[in-house]
């Protein structure tokens, strides 16, 4: 019994079988085909963590703005000091927000 035992590990070490194989490429073909077909609502949920993460920033950048009392440069060149921070966000989704 343990002599039979034997052989068949000796007959398993011969390599991999064609069925083997074909098993899994077809695992690997599938995982690849479930990532590919989620991938667009991956793309819009990293895009969209990505604005939360970058208007969250900004608003840190206007609170400490208003809070130094530094001063700053307008769009024409005049120096404006800072007084106090704001924030302006537009209803259209195109249009962002202002600090």
């Not at 991938?39 to 609170?63: C, G, H, T, V």
């Not at 809070?67 to 259209?92: C, E, P």
């Amino acid at each position: 019994m343990v002599f039979k035992l034997f052989q068949n590990i000796k007959k398993a070490d011969r390599g991999t079988t064609l069925v083997e194989l074909i098993v899994v490429v077809f695992i690997i073909a599938l995982f690849s085909l479930i990532t590919v077909s989620n991938f667009p609502q991956i793309q819009k949920q990293y895009a969209l963590s990505a604005a939360a993460y970058s208007l969250a920033q900004d608003i840190r950048a206007a609170e400490d703005m208003g809070l130094s009392g530094a001063q700053t440069l307008s769009s024409d060149g005049q120096i404006i000091s800072v007084k106090g921070y704001g924030f302006f966000a537009r209803n259209f989704p195109t249009q962002g927000y202002f600090i």
